[in-house]
């Protein structure tokens, strides 16, 4: 959980962003309240688990996040990508309790 914390503490905004640029601005307030929801929790609960693989699954399939130019559209691919990966990383530090799930059902439930 702590680790959890640190990476949405560490990466918020750009997390915000990235989300509002590929699922537009209920995926946004959905991230938003995902976060402010595991900034207030003791423990990660199988629905915040859930919901940070719909938060994978959104990064990791993603269109490209918009840049001005080639290099900053690499980039922003790069941090994109980067960040799905983290996650990844810290649902499987979590362990199995992981289900998959629909994206738009977090949409809907998360607006």
Same mark, same amino acid.
């Given at each position: 959980?702590?680790? $959890?914390?640190?990476?949405? &503490?560490?990466? *918020? &905004?750009?997390?915000?962003?990235? $989300?509002?640029?590929?699922?537009?601005? @209920?995926?946004?307030?959905?991230?938003?309240?995902?976060?402010?929801?595991?900034? +207030?929790?003791? +423990?990660?609960?199988?629905?915040?688990?859930?919901?940070?693989? @719909?938060?994978? +699954?959104?990064?990791?399939? /993603?269109?490209?996040? /918009?840049?001005?130019?080639? +290099?900053?559209?690499?980039?922003?691919?790069?941090?994109?990508?980067?960040?799905?990966?983290?996650?990844?990383?810290?649902?499987? &530090?979590? *362990?199995?309790?992981?289900?998959? *799930?629909?994206?738009? &059902?977090?949409?809907?439930?998360?607006?």
């Amino acid at each position: 959980m702590i680790a $959890v914390k640190e990476f949405l &503490e560490a990466n *918020g &905004e750009a997390l915000l962003g990235a $989300v509002g640029a590929i699922g537009g601005p @209920r995926a946004r307030l959905g991230c938003l309240k995902l976060i402010t929801d595991i900034a +207030n929790a003791g +423990n990660l609960s199988r629905p915040m688990q859930a919901d940070l693989e @719909r938060l994978h +699954n959104l990064l990791a399939k /993603g269109p490209d996040v /918009g840049a001005a130019h080639e +290099n900053e559209m690499d980039r922003s691919r790069e941090v994109v990508g980067l960040m799905a990966d983290r996650i990844a990383e810290l649902l499987e &530090e979590i *362990g199995p309790a992981r289900r998959k *799930g629909d994206l738009s &059902e977090w949409l809907a439930r998360r607006s």
